[in-house]
Nanobody
Framework: QVQLVESGGGLVQAGGSLRLSCAAS????????MGWFRQAPGMERDFVAG????????LYADSVKGRFTISRDYAKNTVYLQMNSLKPEDTAVYYC??????????????WGLGTQVTVSS
């Protein structure tokens, strides 16, 4: 089992920044990939960014490339999502997830409860 807890969401004006955190615990995390997903009201859950604990390779959705950065801190077992130049369309509940493979699919086996991000225009 892997337990995930997100934090760092909030209300920000367009053009602003937020940093989300995902604290992970449980099985050997170095074997996993971590993903950030988001889901707006009435919309499907979408992949945002992902990173492998081992090696640090990353993957981004086209909609956030150049604005969002995913990173991980081994010592704190925490994955971060730095979000810059935020737009109203970034408004969503953001979820952290873990899987053995870095991929864009939404069927990761382990999920956090999510954190709300609201970007005002």
């Amino acid at each position: 089992q892997v337990q995930l807890v997100e934090s760092g969401g909030g209300l920000v004006q367009a053009g602003g920044s937020l940093r989300l955190s995902c604290a992970a615990s449980g099985r050997t995390l170095s074997r996993y990939a971590m993903g950030w997903f988001r889901q707006a009201p009435g919309m499907e859950r979408d992949f945002v960014a992902g990173i492998r604990w081992s090696g640090g390779s990353t993957l981004y959705a086209d909609s956030v490339k150049g604005r969002f950065t995913i990173s991980r801190d081994y010592a704190k077992n925490t994955v971060y999502l730095q979000m810059n130049s935020l737009k109203p369309e970034d408004t969503a509940v953001y979820y952290c997830a873990a899987d053995s493979i870095l991929r864009v699919g939404v069927d990761y086996p382990y999920w956090g409860l999510g954190t709300q991000v609201t970007v005002s225009s």
